[in-house]
């Protein structure tokens, strides 16, 4: 018996031959798309000796010699469909960036550019100025400069301002985000020492002006961007902070995260502090990232007084933490939407996400349950509680939509998943569900198409 299904086995060389195994070696290259082939073999040999392949016809074997060439001719880093939810989700890279900005990139890193070169003068010129004026313009600011990431921000401020020497920080804001930035161990990376001021939930102005000593650097203030305290809590205001930096001479900091620059509440949204309050507040320097609420690339940014930002431009540090020509040319088509907000709203990927209104959410979730039903998958639309994400919002949950799938929702989670393109859902109270909020217009009918035949071959 197991003789004759191993005689039924295809050769590599045969199956190389097949018309339709063409279309499929194009994408990759031949020694990959042999080995594909090998391997697909192989399991089925090896399925026959364990007695766990019985019978099988030869299409079986192609489609499983299919599915393994096209994930071997996939890159490792690849496009997933977000049917989580979480709009900005770090797991999933974020924010994605505009078509605009993705086409500057490719235009730019495809050919020489003027990255570090002063086409007015022909000599050298500095990669931070292509952006710095409009950043001011957006933010309210006197200077600014980049780093590679928002962590790398606050340690480049600590190591220039604070290096040996104290920063003051409330204790309810020593916060841990990601779980791999925490305050205090950048801090020390810094070679800052932390004067933790205040309780977890309350911390008043007069403890600030206590913990000042003639080694106090800097007063730093923290946005708690992933938890919240609730109840009997009291914090300081920038306002305050800044009153009693200037006091005392001392340097002020905000590390705001998020990077908000649009007011979320004039759009339904909770309330978040933008970068133009902070700015506005007095204080002296303000670190965000990048690819967070801001909706751009991956950095870290500092704005502020223009003395302090020198002083960083100057620090040997940011040549270590330095952005890429890729980022800039990421950052300066997303920040000249800013100049027009109605712009931003509408054109930046993770700002239309989250602004859109709950009927319009609704409506694609209705869309998606319709694709689905055409192709005879049985499912339903329903409310979800979708998340902003990004370390940004605690608690807070939006209104949104998707549809959830009939069937055992662990099995449909991984065929999801592991399919292609691979879908990353949800699973709620035993259903497994595809929130609408973060599937872009072009991915809808891919999912559907996913939708059915993942359902169609659990049947
Ligand atoms: C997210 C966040 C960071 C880290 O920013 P990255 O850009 O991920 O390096 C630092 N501080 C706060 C308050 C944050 O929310």
Same mark, same amino acid.
């Given at each position: ?12 060389? $045969? ?39 019985? @019978? ?6 192609? $489609? $499983?010699?299919? &599915? ?7 890159? %490792? ?5 977000n049917a989580t939810g979480t709009v !900005?989700h ?13 086409? #500057?990139?490719?235009?730019?890193? @495809?050919?020489?550019? #003027? ?13 931070? +100025? ?17 780093? %590679? ?13 604070? #290096? ?19 305050? *205090?161990? =950048? ?27 003639? +080694? ?42 998020? &990077? ?9 949204v909770?309330?978040?502090?933008? !970068?133009?309050?902070? =700015?506005?507040?007095?204080? +002296? ?5 990048? +690819? ?16 302090? =930002? ?38 930046? *990927?993770?700002?239309?996400m989250i602004l859109e209104a709950p009927e319009k959410v609704e409506a694609r979730a209705e869309?998606l ?12 639309a329903m409310e979800t509680e979708a998340t902003i994400g990004?370390?940004?919002? *605690?608690?807070e949950t939006v209104e949104s939509y998707g549809v959830a =799938? ?12 592991? &399919?292609? *393109? #691979?879908?990353?859902g949800m699973?709620r109270?035993?259903?497994?569900i595809l929130d609408v909020k973060a599937i ?5 009918? !891919? ?13």
């Amino acid at each position: 018996m197991k003789k004759e299904l191993f005689k039924k086995l295809p050769k590599v060389d $045969e199956v190389i031959k097949l018309p339709e195994m063409k279309e499929l070696a194009k994408n990759i290259d031949y020694f990959s798309f042999t080995e594909g082939i090998r391997e697909g073999i192989d399991r089925y040999r090896r399925g026959i000796l364990e007695g766990n392949i019985t @019978t099988f016809e030869k299409e079986d074997i192609l $489609e $499983e010699i299919r &599915g393994i060439v096209t994930k071997r001719s996939q890159f %490792n880093l690849k496009n997933v469909i977000n049917a989580t939810g979480t709009v !900005v989700h770090t797991n999933l890279g974020r924010s994605l960036i505009s078509e605009k900005a993705a086409k #500057n990139v490719v235009d730019v890193i @495809t050919s020489y550019n #003027n990255l570090e070169y002063n086409l007015e003068k022909g000599g050298r010129g500095s990669r931070y +100025d292509h952006v710095e004026e409009l950043i001011c313009q957006v933010t309210g600011a006197e200077a600014a400069v980049l780093t %590679n990431n928002n962590a790398a921000a606050v340690m480049l401020a600590l190591n220039e301002f604070a #290096n040996n020497g104290e920063a003051v920080v409330s204790r309810g804001e020593l916060v841990e985000i990601g779980g791999s930035f925490r305050v *205090p161990d =950048i801090m020390e990376l810094s070679g800052t020492k932390l004067v933790e001021v205040g309780t977890t939930n309350r911390t008043h102005a007069r403890d600030y002006r206590k913990a000042i000593t003639e +080694d106090t650097s800097m007063l730093l203030k923290i946005h708690t961007s992933n938890y919240k305290i609730i109840g009997f809590t009291k914090t300081v205001t920038n306002e305050e902070l800044v009153e009693i930096g200037r006091e005392n001479n001392v340097l002020t900091m905000e590390d705001l995260g998020s &990077g908000v620059l649009v007011d979320f509440s004039k759009y339904g949204v909770k309330k978040e502090p933008t !970068v133009q309050e902070s =700015i506005a507040s007095g204080i +002296d320097l303000v670190t965000f990232s990048g +690819d967070k609420l801001l909706g751009g690339p991956q950095l870290g940014v500092i704005v502020g007084k223009k003395k302090y =930002i020198d002083r960083l431009k100057k620090n040997q540090l940011l040549r270590a933490l330095r952005v890429s020509k890729m980022t800039i040319a990421a950052l300066e088509p997303t920040l000249r939407y800013y100049l027009d907000e109605r712009e931003a709203v509408a054109e930046i *990927p993770t700002l239309r996400m989250i602004l859109e209104a709950p009927e319009k959410v609704e409506a694609r979730a209705e869309r998606l349950h319709k694709l689905l039903t055409d192709r005879g998958v049985a499912c339903e639309a329903m409310e979800t509680e979708a998340t902003i994400g990004g370390g940004s919002m *605690p608690g807070e949950t939006v209104e949104s939509y998707g549809v959830a =799938i009939e069937g055992n929702s662990v099995e449909l989670e991984k065929a999801f998943r592991l &399919g292609t *393109p #691979n879908i990353v859902g949800m699973i709620r109270n035993d259903r497994f569900i595809l929130d609408v909020k973060a599937i872009q217009e072009n991915e809808m009918e !891919v999912v559907a198409e996913r939708a059915a035949e993942i359902t169609g071959k659990m049947k």
